[in-house]
């Protein structure tokens, strides 16, 4: 498997091409989570064997002309609501109609509530190399006002689970800094993943989405904004408990052992090519993007019909997706390599000259060994950056 | 007609106590409108029409009164514009006159307006007819506020009418009151012509459209005139009379009321009290009271876009043909851009000003402080006019600074006293005279710098006394006062948006009212941004925006690529709409929110 880590992005491989990935999504749930703005919907199951024909049909049918896929994601929703026998039907549609790397990376992501080892056992089986386990908090009181509905103790289970399944790559998504979070339950919650013994932990600050019950709550006054200096001081504390254990962060909310970063996640940083599969999914193809319908229902309508899926397309002009690439590859902690990007991007960095002198100046940026990336400083106020870039 | 039956009458009210709804009874009861064509608040829809270019004003109606002994009279009713920022213009609609009708609404009584519009009328000599309205209300209180205004006038209660211009009862004895007690006009007819002008605006079709009285002598259509104060040298084009609408003549003899056109493009050339006279052998001495119009309150004015600069000085351009008292010049802003510094005779003036720019040119303008003039001594000994705080010389240059005071005068109900002389206390009044109009309601005169009454004291008024009180002033002079200059700096950087000059005591008050309001205003930047209130380099409050800690997408991901990119475009088209003060980048939204409601520093 490729495993990209910051040292390791630096390879030539990367560098002369980024990989090819596939996404798979599966827009289903059990509960919808008070802070999510994903494309799920909460599923008892009828829609479930339609919409895994439908995403095995589109797969075939798919006219992308590409290399063999270095990774596969599948994400959603919640995909182990589905069976692991309809998982392993949708990954081998995929391995059919791209083939994979012989190391290539396939991620799928799960809910602690619906798995178990066999079922690990079964997706390892059918080819899934890497898991990762939505925990958000081992503290009942978050996972309450965040509104999940699993504990933390079958969140650790699950991590337990998939070890002795004999899985080798496990990721723990975490949520910070919400309102019902105190600074120790933050502690608590990322010493626990790190003595589950995963490999790769997300943390992500809890950003109020519009049109998510939660924002409701805020707009309303029912429930108090996050505290944007609260979260940067919980990063910081992530950081430096992490490091401590012998992760390192590659990008702004992303840490790994040394050689587990995701490359399927590197590849959307590193501006690569993607196929997407499934209702609202997004890929992207030599800086033409586009997206399916969100729905499941018209999804699967479309495919039934022999219809495109697709809703929607943008191409972005050079000029834009230089801008892009940038912003993306400056989340990464190796930041980007300044030949390679200017041979990409032809000229974009000499086009930016004024503000990159200006962004070092201000200490946001800094370029050494050919490479520029974010000074620690700017990583909390990329935005402040990437404003400048696009 | 002969001078014998001509009368010339305002009707000095308060707004909402009944006018234009008498006007109708008056324009009915002497047929000058027929029953047919009678529409309600008649005058007032004439004004809207003339808005649209139909009609011209009727700033005077001329009625045909046929009394019950027989004989006809014509009666004049003249226009007064209805506020305090216009007192100059109602002391020349009523030297217009020969008599006013007092009118006042009967469940609710005299207010302040009206009260200084009545003394301006005793002071001119004019006769004074009562008149209670609205008695058909069921709150009206017609015998106490008889004893009111008996009490101001000096006559006896029972000399004042009480009518009900709605229903029109009382309203005949009021045409037959106007006849028997407001004498006719005592001009010469055989002296050279001197017209008063009393009021003027600027028509898109016909020119200006100058409102007059011929006070002595005659004016003929066709003839050359002189506006003696501007002037203006033109011929009458045309003249009038408004019956209500306008009707030409040939002459306007000794007495009559009319309107003048003579191809005049912007009413500075025929402003409000000028006189007007025949040419060449004229009158050689004007009719006296001719002011120019002063403005009292200065503020810049600047468009929200900068790129509206040319359609402000446009704007500005229009209203002044239409407004002699309006004054600016362009002045430009560190924080705010290009705009202009106007001057206003008061607040309402102000108010009107900015509110027809915003309407009838759709701009979006942001005004600075407004501020009043100071004349300043040096140490030299040389004087100098200070109209905008960034004039102000060096606190060690300073001899002495004269601030405009103004003479106000409040109407409250006697409960509410105690607050009212709090209130004008605080703000370095100086108690002149209390008069009690009756044992529930008082006069209360103060002296005060206009400077105190320009923020917020009208709205902290009218909210401290549950609406009871009203409010009039009028320039009283200048004085010494102790003034400083606060200055409000972002790091380190001054914006000259937000200096002002107050009073030694409310320095410090202003300096940390601004710096709190804008420590909420302003976005965190990448840096701690202090934020300073200084007297020359003595700083007196300060806050800081603390360096904003996190601003970054937690997640980006191939699935939200697209909007997120969106995100951060519209995140950097907001950082470009800002003004950047020095280092800090500072939304046009918190200069708005910073000025809305400038503090005085008692709220």
Same mark, same amino acid.
């Given at each position: 498997m490729t495993l990209v880590v910051p040292s390791e992005l630096r390879s030539e491989r990367w560098r002369a091409e980024p990989g090819f990935g596939v996404y798979v999504h599966i827009p289903f749930c059990l509960h919808r989570c008070h802070y999510c703005d994903f494309n799920t919907y909460e599923s008892r199951g009828e829609l479930h064997s339609s919409y895994v024909e439908a995403l095995v049909a589109s797969i075939e049918r798919s006219p992308l002309e590409s290399p063999p896929a270095t990774s596969v994601f599948f994400g959603g929703g919640t995909p182990t609501l589905l069976t692991t026998a309809q998982l392993a039907e949708i990954l081998n549609a995929v391995r059919r109609r791209f083939g994979l790397e012989a190391d290539a990376e396939v991620t799928i992501e799960a809910n602690p509530e619906t798995v178990s080892q066999a079922s690990f056992e079964g997706l390892l089986e059918a080819g899934f190399n890497r898991f990762s386990l939505g925990v958000q908090s081992l503290v009942p009181k978050v996972l309450t006002g965040l509104g999940r509905t699993h504990s933390g103790e079958r969140a650790l289970a699950a991590v337990a689970e998939a070890r002795r399944a004999g899985a080798t790559d496990v990721n723990a998504d975490l949520i910070y800094g919400s309102?019902?979070?105190?600074?120790?339950?933050w502690r608590r919650s990322l010493e626990g993943v790190i003595d589950a013994g995963v490999e790769h932990v997300s943390a992500y600050a809890l950003t109020i989405e519009e049109g998510t019950p939660l924002a409701t709550l805020v707009t309303t006054g029912r429930v108090a904004d996050v505290d944007p200096?609260?979260?940067?001081?919980?990063?910081?504390?992530?950081?430096?408990?992490?490091?401590?254990?012998?992760?390192?962060?590659?990008?702004?909310?992303?840490?790994?052992?040394?050689?587990?970063?995701?490359?399927?996640?590197?590849?959307?940083?590193s501006a690569g090519d993607y196929a997407a599969f499934g209702a609202g999914a997004h890929g992207h193809l030599a800086g033409t993007r586009w997206w399916n319908l969100r729905l499941p229902r018209d999804f699967i309508a479309a495919i039934e019909s022999g219809v495109e899926p697709r809703s929607g397309s943008e191409t972005l002009s050079p000029a834009e997706r230089a801008g892009e690439a940038l912003v993306l590859g400056l989340r990464l902690v190796s930041g980007v390599e300044l030949a390679a990007f200017e041979a990409r991007f032809d000229g974009a960095l000499a086009g930016r000259a004024a503000e990159i002198d200006a962004l070092e100046g201000l200490g946001l940026l800094e370029r050494a060994d050919g490479w520029m990336r974010l000074t620690e400083r700017a990583t909390l106020v990329a935005n402040d950056v990437s404003c400048r870039l696009l | 007609m002969d001078p014998l039956h001509q009368r010339a009458v305002a009707v000095i009210?308060?707004?909402?106590?009944?006018?234009? $709804?008498?006007?109708?009874?008056?324009?009915?009861?002497?047929?000058?409108?027929?029953?047919?064509?009678?529409?309600?608040?008649?005058?007032?829809?004439?004004?809207?029409?003339?808005?649209?270019?139909?009609?011209?004003?009727?700033?005077?109606?001329r009625m045909?009164?046929?009394?019950?002994?027989?004989? $006809?009279?014509?009666?004049?009713?003249i226009d007064t514009p209805g506020h305090v920022d216009f007192g100059y213009e109602v002391s020349r609609s009523l030297a217009a006159c020969d008599g006013v009708v007092l009118l006042v609404d009967a469940a609710q009584g005299i207010e302040a307006q009206t009260l200084t519009?009545?003394?301006?009328?005793?002071?001119?000599?004019?006769?004074i007819i009562p008149v209670l309205n609205k008695i058909d209300l069921p709150a009206a209180q017609p015998d106490k506020f008889a004893e009111e205004l008996a009490a101001l006038i000096g006559c006896d209660a029972s000399d004042v009418l009480r009518i009900s211009a709605k229903t029109g009862a009382g309203v005949p004895e009021l045409l037959e009151q106007i006849v028997?007690?407001?004498?006719?006009?005592?001009?010469?007819?055989?002296?050279p012509l001197r017209a008063l002008v009393f009021d003027s605006y600027y028509d898109s079709y016909r020119g200006?459209?100058?409102?007059?009285?011929?006070?002595?002598?005659?004016?003929?259509?066709?003839?050359?005139?002189?506006?003696?104060?501007a002037g203006t040298e033109v011929d009458a084009d045309e003249i009038g009379i408004m019956a209500p609408d306008a009707q030409p003549v040939e002459r306007l003899e000794t007495g009559a009321v009319g309107y003048l056109i003579s191809g005049i493009k912007d009413v500075s050339q025929a402003k409000v009290g000028d006189t007007v006279t025949t040419r060449p052998r004229g009158a050689t001495v004007p009719l006296p009271g001719y002011r120019e119009p002063k403005p009292m309150v200065f503020a810049g004015i600047y468009p929200i876009e900068g790129d509206d600069f040319p359609i402000l000085r446009d704007a500005l351009d229009k209203l002044k043909l239409n407004d002699a008292s309006l004054v600016y010049e362009p002045e430009s802003s560190g924080a705010l851009g290009f705009g202009f510094r106007c001057g206003f005779l008061g607040l309402l003036h102000m108010e009107i000003v900015r509110e027809r720019l915003e309407r009838e040119f759709d701009l979006s303008l942001i005004a600075s402080a407004p501020?009043?003039?100071?004349?300043?001594?040096?140490?030299?000994r040389t004087r100098r006019m200070v109209r905008n705080p960034s004039e102000m010389p060096d606190p060690s240059d300073i001899e002495e600074v004269l601030e405009p005071y103004v003479s106000a005068m409040i109407v409250t109900p006697t409960d509410y006293v105690g607050t009212v002389m709090q209130m004008c206390q605080e703000r370095r009044g100086e108690l002149k005279e209390m008069h009690y109009l009756s044992t529930e309601r008082v006069e209360i005169r103060y002296q005060m710098p206009l400077a105190e009454i320009i923020f917020d004291f009208f709205d902290q008024l009218k909210s401290k006394t549950k609406g009871y009180a009203s409010l009039d002033y009028e320039p009283a002079g200048q004085y010494s006062s102790h003034l400083v200059k606060v200055d409000v700096l972002l790091n380190q950087q001054p914006v000259d948006a937000f200096s002002t000059i107050v009073h030694r005591d409310k320095a410090y008050e202003y300096g940390k009212t601004m710096t709190e309001r804008l420590r909420k205003l302003i976005p965190r930047q990448l840096f701690d941004v202090p934020i300073q209130a200084a007297i020359g380099s003595r700083v007196i409050a300060r806050e800081t925006v603390k360096a904003k800690r996190k601003d970054v997408l937690a997640k980006c991901y191939g699935g939200d690529v697209s909007r997120k990119r969106k995100l951060l475009e519209r995140q950097k088209e907001g950082k470009r709409r800002m003004k950047q003060i020095g280092s800090v980048e500072v939304p046009q939204s918190a200069f708005i929110e910073a000025l809305k409601l400038e503090p005085s520093g008692q709220s």
């Open positions: 309102v019902w979070e105190s600074d120790d339950d200096d609260v979260q940067a001081e919980r990063h910081r504390v992530a950081c430096s408990l992490l490091e401590e254990a012998g992760f390192e962060r590659y990008e702004v909310s992303n840490w790994s052992r040394p050689g587990r970063a995701c490359s399927h996640n590197v590849l959307y940083w | 009210a308060h707004i909402d106590h009944g006018k234009s $709804t008498l006007s109708d009874r008056l324009l009915q009861l002497t047929g000058t409108v027929s029953d047919r064509d009678m529409r309600e608040q008649y005058l007032d829809r004439m004004d809207l029409e003339r808005e649209r270019g139909i009609t011209i004003k009727a700033a005077a109606v045909e009164y046929r009394a019950p002994d027989g004989e $006809t009279y014509e009666i004049n009713l519009n009545l003394y301006l009328a005793v002071d001119a000599g004019l006769e028997r007690a407001v004498p006719s006009p005592k001009g010469d007819p055989a002296a200006v459209v100058a409102y007059l009285r011929a006070i002595d002598g005659h004016l003929d259509a066709k003839t050359p005139i002189l506006f003696m104060a501020s009043v003039g100071y004349e300043i001594e040096l140490t030299d």
